[in-house]
């Protein structure tokens, strides 16, 4: 018996998946038709944030940033047959002035 399957198919667009501000919770979700498995192939997620390995779900709460930084990362999605596609992101962590005046 010969099964033929397509790799998965990204469902979620390339590139930015949104700002979010330093400290703040971040929840994303990426997803890809067919995927069992997803993982972080290169790069890196902001402090604090994960990647579920099962459900694409990228959350947390930021911790570390101390300018505004882009952090970009590629997502690997693995079926049942291990076929693989890969797909680049980023997360935008923004931080706000630290330098503030107050008047009186």
């Avoid at 790799?7 to 995927?35: D, I, M």
């Avoid at 952090?71 to 980023?90: E, V």
């Amino acid at each position: 018996l010969l099964t033929v399957s397509d790799a998965p198919a990204w469902q979620t667009a390339a590139g930015s998946l949104g700002t979010n501000a330093a400290g703040s919770t971040v929840s994303y979700t990426v997803s890809a038709t067919s995927a069992t498995a997803y993982a972080v192939q290169s790069g890196s997620l902001p402090g604090g944030v994960s990647l579920n390995t099962s459900t694409g779900a990228i959350t947390g709460t930021e911790s570390g940033a101390t300018s505004e930084t882009t952090y970009n990362f590629t997502i690997r999605a693995t079926d049942a047959q291990a076929q693989t596609a890969d797909r680049a992101f980023s997360i935008t962590i923004s931080v706000g002035i630290n330098n503030s005046m107050r008047l009186q």
